[in-house]
């Protein structure tokens, strides 16, 4: 598949043609990537998750209550896309309201991995991540949460890149955690994402939560000769499985050989970054989604009163981990629990962003592992706290707001199944994370 | 802090969600779980620290009372709402 | 036997242009649901932008009342769930509210004050609105995220009476600082009332009830009244724990009751948490300063107006009540005519005119100029009180304001001028020599005859004061 840096070199025509292509892909796969094929705009094509709004298209959530609901506007982000000489095609599939690490959740049916169709893709960008590492899509834009750009990336092989909280419009892009949420690309290789990146970000007057820092190109700025001081946490990798420690191991040879100083650390334990997490998320999420009542949009339920129609609506309407989280979220919202749960995470966040800044005194970049595994086969995690816990080295990120590119480093000798690590950075460092990353992509040199 | 049937069905009241009867002790247990696993965080100590946490800095941007008028959002909403008339959103009575 | 503690909550609709946090207008829409927009559709990945007026309404609140404005406060989310709430949450301040201890002052009948606490105002989105249709409602979000200021006040008020003054006081401050319509029929001033009693003596607090859907200041006081019997009665009949516990009743305007709205017992765990759509309120030293630039109040105009013009507590109060008539009364002023007689002019001959044609004083026919320059005529001698009067008679009925011209075709003008009335006056004397020689003699009554020959001979236009005057002279 053609990157996106070249096809913005392509004339329109060619672009059609491009286009036509990836449709008739697309729609022979059997990934179940892309769950719709509306198109809005001019240029090139970029896959967009199906929870960022797009005039006219009917932008589910991955979810039934949404059925019926068609966005009458357009996301910022993709407003700032077409203003790029890119445009939105095709809808990809998705955990339902982003709850998920699998993308098994979605109501319009499971993704696969395009390297075992027995495997997840991740989520809950999964349709964004199979779709591009498949070859049917050129970008794509996926949302991330707690890992759900990275993770799914790093499962099948391409790169994902979460923003600095507040640096991409979160205008459009249907809520599940308000504070972590971030819109992000999702590319081949990492100079696309930067372009991608570049293309959608911004302080954008209609999100109060918009960052108002100033935008430099990072893509023009792409430097993977810089020699940076890169962290590993090793108490970290030890969790992970014996896959994931080699690759990991090996990366780091790769980043001294390209002349990269490492620098070993070690972090709190990461049942913390799971609870703050969990509590914080669902808590936002409950009250996000309490809009979705089936009075003004989305399908509504039978019901004889209006009380009837809101819990036949929403208990229908909703998958169930969806509803476990919003149980959650008012749990821990709920008069006499707010102090000990919600209070006190919020109070934890601050621990785990001290953290985060005690090592960036004396780093650039952390290396991480972005799961504790390959992608699982389909169907394998049963419990819902073991889904929880599979997110463990993903989520601090997002409770610290801080930038982090997820990039395939090796493939699993077992399973075939691609590797990704990320490589983290400090806030509004963009330029940093993405030069890290570069210079690991061409030393590794990864191929698909 | 153990999740019960009383619990439960305080939060379905606060979610307005129906847990249905053959899932709720399957639910009870998972929430629980969840529950019990998060309370590892009592094991920090965080008494010097304050509550209120953003990764922003500064306060909420404030904009100018200048009206504009957003003609498209609502003609859409209607025209797909599950039910409309007249350019209201129709619901069955409330009742008290 | 009973002592009645009353606190009030009063939700002030701001009268911003656009809403708290979209640019949607707040002005009249025709159509329903045609002022809106995703964000107050709570259509999926909307957001939330806070308007600074609405902030800087609030601060001037805070500041007219003494307050403290909060230079940080916070916007939490309040949820619960109903059609014309969209989000089912309400975005509201909870724990840190943009204003907080502050105070306004009943004027008392006995012309004393008594001082009312508030304990706090804060910022919150209003909801939308549902008409209910037999089977079904229909919801209207036109009105959804107005922005509102939620007055709460201390538990200071003693009586149905006392709770009246400080809605009106309250309402008058609204008013003059220009934040709000405050019209309690239209709903942008809405009073709930929470209502308890004690015995005389105890300390603690009984249980406080809520009473919502009162929408006039006559009602507020049935509705005060009516519960307080209520809750006396239950605690003299030893029903108080069944009867009266913590809950929100309705007032039945028809039946003159408060009733009790089933099925709210736990509804209201509200879960408030910061909202993280938005970051905290932060005012800015020139913004805080800039909202104490608030025009005079009603208190320190009543306080100006014994002081410097010398007019009387009560009149005071009643005109520096209604923003309107107070502007109207200092206009007249203009007219450099003694404040005492512009009181008059305005109470009592203006408002008994308007009264009467069941106008009020911003539906005066006759503005405050005309008005004013009417009573200068009297006091520069050009027509009496009374012809004055016939002037502003004319003036309620007719459009023309040329007071020179009514005063001529009304045949009006006085006659101040000595040599005029001394020639009436002679004229009279010489006519009446025997009623002269009986005064002289002693028969002081006759003065009266006098004058009222006079007046009678000059049809009525003679200055009284120069009659009176000159008969002296002349009379000895």
């Known amino acids: 598949m053609i990157t996106l840096k070249e096809a ?54 991955g979810s039934k209550i949404l059925q019926g609901y068609i966005a009458p506007y357009d996301a910022t982000a993709i407003t700032n896309l077409k203003k790029n000489g890119m445009m939105a095609f095709g809808r990809a599939n998705m955990d339902e309201f982003a709850m998920g690490s699998t993308t098994e959740s979605s109501y319009y049916g499971i993704t696969k991995n395009p390297h075992d169709l027995n495997r997840v893709p991740g989520g809950s960008s999964g349709g964004s991540a199979a779709a591009v590492a498949g070859g049917i899509a050129i970008a794509a834009l996926g949302s991330d949460t707690g890992g759900s750009i990275r993770q799914p990336a790093a499962y099948c092989g391409c790169v994902g890149f979460k923003p600095t909280y507040g640096m991409v419009s979160r205008y459009g892009l249907a809520a599940y955690a308000s504070s972590l949420d971030q819109i992000g690309p999702i590319t081949q290789n990492v100079e696309d994402a930067a372009i991608l990146y570049d293309a959608i970000s911004g302080h954008d007057p209609k999100d109060s939560t918009s960052a108002e820092h100033e935008r430099v190109s990072i893509a023009a700025n792409l430097d993977g000769n810089r020699k940076l001081r890169i962290a590993v946490i090793d108490n970290y990798i030890e969790a992970a499985s014996e896959a994931i420690q080699k690759a990991y191991a090996e990366t ?19 049942k913390y970054d799971i609870a703050t997490y969990y509590i914080v998320a669902t808590a936002e999420a409950a009250t996000n989604l309490a809009r979705f009542d089936g009075v003004r949009y989305g399908r509504r339920a039978e019901g004889s009163n209006l ?142 | 802090m153990h999740i019960d049937l009383t619990v439960l069905e305080k939060l379905e009241k606060l979610s307005h969600l129906r847990i249905a009867e053959s899932k709720r002790e399957e639910v009870i247990r998972q929430l629980s779980e969840i529950v019990s696993y998060v309370e590892n965080l009592s094991e920090l100590d965080t008494t010097h620290l304050d509550a209120s946490f953003s990764t922003l800095e500064g306060g909420t941007p404030m904009r100018e009372d200048i009206p504009v008028s957003d003609t498209t959002a609502a003609p859409s909403i209607l025209s797909h709402a599950p039910m409309s008339m007249d350019g209201f959103f129709v619901v069955p009575a409330i009742i008290e | 036997m009973f002592e009645i503690v009353i606190g009030l909550e009063v939700h002030v609709q701001l009268n911003t242009k656009t809403k708290i946090f979209c640019s949607c207008p707040t002005s009249f829409a025709h159509e329903q649901n045609t002022n809106t927009c995703p964000t107050c559709l709570a259509l999926p990945g909307a957001l939330p932008v806070l308007n600074i007026e609405a902030v800087r309404k609030a601060m001037s609140f805070g500041y007219a009342v003494n307050a403290t404005v909060n230079q940080r406060s916070i916007f939490n989310r309040k949820s619960y769930f109903y059609p014309d709430s969209p989000k089912a949450y ?45 089977a079904i409602s229909k919801v209207d979000l036109n009105r959804a995220d107005t922005p509102l200021l939620e007055i709460v006040s201390d538990p200071d008020m003693r009586s149905a009476d006392e709770a009246v003054l400080y809605l009106k006081k309250l309402h008058s401050i609204v008013r003059y600082l220009d934040i709000s319509d405050a019209n309690m029929q239209e709903g942008s001033f809405r009073c709930d009332v929470n209502v308890s009693i004690r015995p005389k003596g105890q300390q603690e607090f009984g249980t406080r009830v809520e009473i919502k859907n009162i929408n006039s200041f006559k009602f507020v006081k049935a509705a005060i009244q009516y519960e307080v019997q209520r809750q006396i009665e239950a605690y003299e009949d030893g029903y108080y724990e069944q009867e009266v516990y913590q809950e929100t009743r309705l007032w039945d305007v028809a039946k003159g009751v408060t009733k009790s709205m089933r099925g709210k017992e736990d509804s209201a765990d509200y879960r408030y948490f910061p909202d993280p759509d938005l970051r905290p309120v932060l005012v800015t030293d020139e913004m805080m300063e800039e909202a104490k630039k608030i025009p005079e109040l009603p208190d320190a105009k009543v306080a100006r107006y014994v002081d410097k013009l010398g007019i009387k507590h009560y009149d005071a109060v009643v005109i520096c009540a209604q923003k309107e008539m107070a502007y109207y009364f200092e206009a007249m002023l203009e007219s450099n005519i003694a404040p005492k007689t512009a009181v008059t002019w305005l109470t009592s001959e203006l408002l008994g005119r308007l009264n009467k044609a069941g106008h009020d004083i911003t539906e005066s026919p006759v503005d405050a100029k005309t008005l004013g320059t009417l009573v200068s005529k009297i006091e520069d001698n050009t027509i009496s009180g009374k012809g004055a009067k016939d002037v502003l008679d004319y003036m309620m009925e007719s459009d023309s304001r040329d007071i020179d011209a009514i005063i001529d075709e009304l045949g009006l003008a006085q006659v101040s001028d000595d040599s005029a009335i001394l020639a009436i006056i002679d004229d009279v004397i010489a006519r009446n020599q025997d009623k002269v020689a009986e005064y002289k003699s002693g028969k002081d009554k006759l003065f009266g005859f006098f004058v009222g020959q006079t007046m009678k001979a000059s049809k009525g236009s003679a200055n009284p004061a120069k009659v009176n005057e000159l008969l002296k002279e002349r009379l000895g």
């Open chain 1, 307 to 448: 009380s009837e129609l809101y819990y036949n609506t929403r208990s229908e309407g909703f998958g169930e981990e969806v509803k476990r989280r919003i149980l959650l979220g008012n749990f821990v919202l709920s008069s006499g629990y707010y102090d000990a749960y919600y209070l006190k995470a919020q109070k934890v966040r601050h621990l785990i962003r001290d953290e985060f800044g005690a090592i960036f005194d004396d780093v650039d970049l952390i290396l991480s592992p972005v799961a504790p595994s390959v992608a699982p086969i389909i169907g394998s995690i049963h419990d819902p706290l073991d889904m929880y816990k599979s997110d463990m080295y993903t989520i601090a990120i997002n409770l610290a707001g801080l930038p982090a590119l997820s990039l395939p480093v090796g493939k699993d000798e077992e399973t075939g199944m691609p590797i990704g690590l990320q490589l983290i950075g400090r806030a509004f460092d963009e330029q940093k994370v993405f030069d890290g990353a570069y210079s690991l992509e061409q030393t590794i040199n990864y191929k698909n």
């Open chain 3, 90 to 134: 309400q975005i509201s301040q909870f724990d840190v509210p943009i204003v907080e201890h502050g105070e306004l002052f009943l004027d008392l009948e006995d012309d004393t004050t008594k001082r009312v606490g508030i304990t706090r105002a804060h910022l919150e989105a209003d909801a939308g609105k549902s008409i209910h249709e037999g």
């Open chain 1, 8 to 61: 913005l070199t392509k004339s329109k025509e060619e672009l059609a043609e491009i286009k036509t292509e990836i449709e008739k892909l697309a729609r022979e796969s059997e990934l179940n990537a892309y769950i719709g094929f509306e198109s809005s705009g001019e240029g090139v094509p970029i896959l967009i998750k199906d929870n960022i709004q797009v005039t006219d298209w009917p932008v589910t959530s």
């Open chain 1, 252 to 270: 780091v040879k790769a980043l001294e050989s390209a002349g990269h100083t490492i620098v070993h650390k070690n972090m709190q334990n990461t």
